[in-house]
């Protein structure tokens, strides 16, 4: 059983930086699809970036685009997202989230199978 475990979470003023990591444990997705997603209070979980394991596409949003890069670490299972100039609309818990079927470069929470349990990002003005 597949199992993603988010960290790097915290509080930070506007402009500041986080990087955030998912260890994947259980099983790998080499070969297919990782992604960050976020969800604010009483908003619907969007999509922010995602990956491509067995190469080196990744896509974003249009909100966090040169601001936020998602990356990988093969050996260590491990996907980050480093977070640059933040604002106070990137506050939310932050999910990694893993596709166990072809990727479809997409954002769409529905073409993910697994989440981790979420990370928590603050930021204040």
């Known amino acids: 059983q597949v199992q993603l475990v988010e960290s790097g979470g915290g509080s930070v003023q506007a402009g500041g930086s986080l990087r955030l990591s998912c260890a994947a444990s259980g099983s790998t997705y080499s070969g297919h699809c990782m992604a960050w997603f976020r969800q604010a209070p009483g908003k619907e979980r969007e999509g922010v970036a995602g990956?491509?394991?067995?190469?080196?596409?990744?896509w974003y949003a249009d909100s966090v685009k040169g601001r936020f890069t998602i990356s990988q670490d093969k050996p260590k299972n491990t996907v980050y997202l480093q977070m640059n100039s933040l604002k106070p609309e990137d506050t939310g818990t932050y999910y990694c989230a893993g596709s166990g079927a072809v990727c479809v470069y997409d954002l769409a929470p529905r073409a993910y199978s697994d989440w981790g349990q979420g990370t928590q990002v603050t930021v204040s003005s």
């Open positions: 990956i491509y394991t067995g190469g080196i596409s990744t």
